[in-house]
């Protein structure tokens, strides 16, 4: 199978300055691939070399199966979402769309087809005849996704598509990302800095530090590289909650526990961290045995959350 992304080596310098080293990943065709990072990691520098906006310093990649060299035949197969996408105030959404279509050499009734059948797809069909000068940020974005689909494009690039969104706005286009994905057969690339965004939506994770691969893998296997965790949450009945501290007491593992702000019944449960300490389930264990129910228990540190702030502690925000 072509992959859909492919980078080997990528590295991109700004006279002095490095953004980018050693780019090196891949990604099936179908996937969502999350690309996190704290400000100055690199992603924004990353998305603009495999779209083909800047060439790299050094390096190889393909993108639809098409190599670096051959940028013009790259951009026809790709769709993208910039971090700061400009818009023409005054035109509706459909000529908008018209536009970019006929740009690609679309006929002007297909491009008022294509026009028509992507403002469908992205729930602006009854704004269709509004200038875009009236639409909210949310639509603003979802038109230009839209845009980014005007080619049929096999990758898609999607940089911070939420941004300055409210939750709901945040919800219809990671809808949209997944229908993308799902419907379309695309490969969609997901640039962000909100992890719950890339929980819910993405099938595997890249996580970009300093301009290197910190990590990459699906969402459970980033979230693994995380070191063993030292504390775990848990919930037990308002009226159990006397047996369970009595249970933890004696239990080997727990270090301590202690009522948690919050929820009646939740506790806080410190680890030991020596080698030889029992698994962290072994406490499930050990409150059956005490005959007492367990609403829910959670692990901290095997969050991609803490995987995460692991990979990135240090880095500088710029």
Excluded at 13 to 40: C, H, K, M, R, W
Excluded at 47 to 68: E, M
Excluded at 134 to 147: N, V
């Amino acid at each position: 199978m072509t992959l859909a992304v492919d980078a080997r080596g990528v590295r991109k310098e700004y006279g002095d300055l490095t953004a980018v080293e050693d780019l090196t990943f891949s990604v099936q065709q179908g996937e969502i691939l999350g690309v996190l990072g704290p400000n100055g990691a690199g992603k924004t520098t990353a998305i603009r070399v495999l779209t083909t906006v800047l060439a790299p310093t050094r390096g190889t990649f393909s993108v639809a199966g098409v190599p670096h060299t051959r940028a013009s035949e790259i951009r026809l197969r790709i769709g993208v979402l910039p971090e700061s996408a400009g818009y023409p105030e005054r035109q509706t959404g459909r000529e908008y769309l018209q536009y970019h279509a006929r740009l690609y050499g679309q006929s002007v009734r297909g491009a008022s087809a294509t026009a028509d059948e992507l403002l469908r797809e992205v729930g602006l069909h009854e704004r269709r005849n509004s200038s875009i000068d009236a639409y909210s940020r949310g639509m603003k974005q979802r038109l230009g996704i839209a845009r980014a689909l005007v080619n049929s494009p096999e990758v898609v690039f999607l940089d911070e598509p939420t941004l300055g969104l409210d939750p709901a706005g945040q919800r219809q286009v990671l809808a949209l990302v997944r229908r993308i994905a799902n419907q379309r057969g695309a490969t969609v690339l997901l640039s962000t800095h909100l992890l719950a965004e890339v929980e819910e939506t993405c099938t595997r994770v890249l996580i970009l530090n300093r301009g290197r691969v910190a990590a990459d893998g699906t969402v459970a296997e980033v979230s693994r590289l995380a070191a063993a965790p030292r504390s775990a949450r848990l919930r037990v009945p308002q009226d159990s909650v006397r047996e369970a501290l009595q249970v933890l007491s004696q239990a080997r593992g727990i270090k301590a526990a202690e009522l948690a702000d919050g929820r009646p019944g939740a506790l806080t449960l410190t680890l030991h961290d020596d080698p030889g300490r029992p698994p962290p389930s072994a406490v499930l264990c050990d409150l059956a045995n005490g005959g007492v129910p367990v609403l829910a228990y959670e692990l901290e540190g095997v969050r991609l959350s803490d995987a995460f702030l692991e990979m990135t502690e240090g880095s500088s925000n710029d």
